[in-house]
């Protein structure tokens, strides 16, 4: 399986200011840099602000600020981790509702352990009615320690299937969010991968074998 990088985010959910959320402040307080690639990323109607860096992005919204990364390392999710602390620290006031740590990975030729989720009892009803299922979607909610896991597989058009790990913490305390955040991205992305494998038999593929 190949990770998805678009989606692999830290989300902090609530009602950001976007005037402070100015492209100087975001720059110094944030991410303690003098200068950022700025772009518009859009989503429907709307063009959002997107920040890129290094090895990371920055897109806030007046609902929510997303940070992903741009590469597979670890020290590229520390980055983001240490930003979006940062970000709780410097507005702590700021009325959030969640934090979600998200994980998703593509795999173009879904495997048997996988296939086999799909065999759901009415598909042949289904087909025998002349109706084609173009996609099926299976959504788990594990309580995690002290968060909930929501687990996400999807049966794509074709032999495609995409796993998405939503690590989701329901809070509007910036305290509750900081200690949910701090100290956890990197390990939950292996425990992600540990589960996959252990669950589905399912390997992350390497750079040199993409």
Same mark, same amino acid.
């Given at each position: 399986?190949?990770p998805l990088l678009s989606n692999w985010t830290i989300v902090l959910a609530g009602r950001w200011n976007m005037e402070i959320l100015n492209p100087e402040w975001v720059t110094e307080k944030i991410f *303690?840099?003098?200068?950022?690639?700025?772009? +518009?990323?859009?989503?429907?109607?709307?063009?959002? %602000?997107? $920040?890129?860096? !290094?090895?990371?992005?920055?897109?806030?919204? /007046?609902?929510?600020?997303? &940070?992903?990364?741009?590469?597979?390392?670890?020290?590229?999710?520390?980055?983001?981790?240490?930003?979006?602390?940062? =970000?709780?620290?410097?507005? /702590?006031?700021? /009325?959030?509702?969640?934090?979600?740590?998200? &994980?998703? $990975?593509?795999?173009?030729?879904? /495997?048997?352990?996988?296939?086999? =989720? &799909?065999?759901?009892?009415?598909?042949?009803?289904?087909? !025998? $009615? *002349?109706?084609?299922?173009?996609?099926?979607?299976?959504?788990?909610?594990?309580?995690?320690?002290?968060?909930? +896991?929501?687990?996400?597989?999807?049966?794509?058009?074709?032999?495609?299937?995409?796993?998405?790990?939503?690590?989701?913490?329901?809070?509007?305390?910036?305290?509750?969010?900081?200690?949910?955040?701090? *100290?956890?991205?990197? *390990? =939950?992305?292996?425990?992600?991968?540990? =589960?996959?494998?252990? %669950? $589905?038999?399912?390997?992350?593929?390497?750079?040199?074998?993409?």
């Open positions: 399986m190949k *303690g840099k003098e200068n950022a690639e700025i772009d +518009l990323v859009l989503n429907g109607m709307q063009a959002n %602000i997107r $920040y890129r860096f !290094d090895n990371l992005s920055f897109v806030p919204q /007046p609902n929510n600020v997303i &940070f992903s990364v741009n590469d597979t390392e670890d020290a590229s999710l520390q980055s983001i981790e240490d930003a979006a602390c940062k =970000l709780l620290q410097a507005l /702590p006031i700021t /009325p959030i509702t969640a934090l979600g740590i998200n &994980f998703t $990975y593509i795999e173009d030729e879904t /495997p048997l352990t996988i296939a086999k =989720l &799909f065999n759901i009892s009415d598909s042949s009803k289904l087909a !025998d $009615y *002349g109706l084609a299922i173009k996609k099926t979607r299976i959504r788990r909610e594990i309580d995690f320690a002290d968060r909930q +896991l929501n687990l996400i597989i999807s049966q794509l058009e074709g032999t495609a299937s995409r796993i998405a790990l939503n690590y989701h913490v329901p809070t509007n305390d910036t305290a509750v969010a900081l200690e949910a955040l701090r *100290g956890h991205t990197v *390990g =939950l992305r292996h425990r992600s991968e540990d =589960l996959l494998s252990t %669950i $589905y038999d399912l390997t992350v593929q390497d750079d040199e074998d993409a």
